[in-house]
């Protein structure tokens, strides 16, 4: 199946900092990605969709100014969360939007996940 | 506003059990249904439903989709401990198949 990376797979930072989390799509171009965010013991929720050369589509009570998007190529898009606060740990997961040779069907295909603390 | 409702919400079972995991939808342009298992990660593909009463299977998984009742079921015959994980329903819909993701079933398999 396609493979989506994500960099880096955990990270600890000190309050007030910002973190970038790269999304890759490694052998398939997505002009479309997800970013996901996941608190213990609870389901995925969507934080924004990111569409290649566009501004990205936020979900409600989602901050744009808090959790920066850029899509930047096909393969690539980045999450950058400003100035982070404890209350921002979380797993984070992006997934990319392809359709795999094989399949007439776009698919959803997952990154690993990026879990940040921060102390 | 999109909904899914999955149930039930956890399970403990025995190995060589067989479980039934349900999950409900109300999606705006329904493309496609997907079924996640996760364990201590992102969640892995199991299964993409796009038509309704068509079973897929994957050794002891299978799945199946009612597009009437916007209803899909998952069953897991011959539990093994490894099944243990939190099992998500997501349904696909728009343009751009955005995904919404049920709380999920957390599975337990005992020996």
């Known amino acids: 199946g396609a493979v989506v990376s994500q960099h880096p797979s955990w990270v600890i930072c000190k309050s007030g900092t910002s973190v970038k989390i790269e999304c890759r799509s490694l052998?398939?171009?997505?002009?479309?990605m997800f970013w996901y965010r996941q608190f213990p013991k609870q389901s995925l929720m969507l934080m924004a969709t990111?569409?290649?050369?566009?501004?990205?589509?936020?979900e409600q009570g989602v901050e744009k100014d808090k959790f920066l998007i850029n899509h930047a190529s096909l393969t690539l898009s980045t999450l950058t969360v400003t100035s982070a606060h404890p209350e921002d740990s979380s797993f984070y997961i992006c997934?990319?939007?392809?359709?795999?040779?094989?399949?007439?069907?776009?698919?959803?295909?997952f990154g690993p996940g990026t879990r940040l603390t921060v102390l | 506003e999109d909904k899914v409702v999955q149930s039930p919400l956890s399970l403990v079972v025995h190995e060589g059990d067989t479980v039934t995991l349900n999950c409900s939808y109300e999606v705006t342009n329904f493309r496609s249904l997907l079924w996640y298992k996760q364990e201590k990660k992102a969640p892995t593909f199991l299964f993409m439903l796009t038509s309704s009463g068509i079973e897929k299977k994957s050794g002891r998984l299978s799945s199946i989709l009612d597009k009437k009742e916007l209803f899909s079921i998952l069953n897991i015959t011959a539990t093994q401990t490894g099944d243990s994980a939190v099992y998500l329903c997501?349904?696909?819909?728009?343009?751009?198949?955005?995904?919404?993701f049920g709380k999920g079933t957390l599975l337990t398999v005992n020996p």
């Open positions: 052998d398939f171009q997505a002009t479309t």
């Open positions: 997501a349904p696909a819909g728009g343009s751009n198949y955005k995904l919404t």
């Open positions: 990111s569409n290649e050369g566009s501004k990205a589509t936020y």
């Open positions: 997934s990319a939007l392809g359709q795999p040779a094989v399949s007439s069907y776009n698919e959803q295909f």
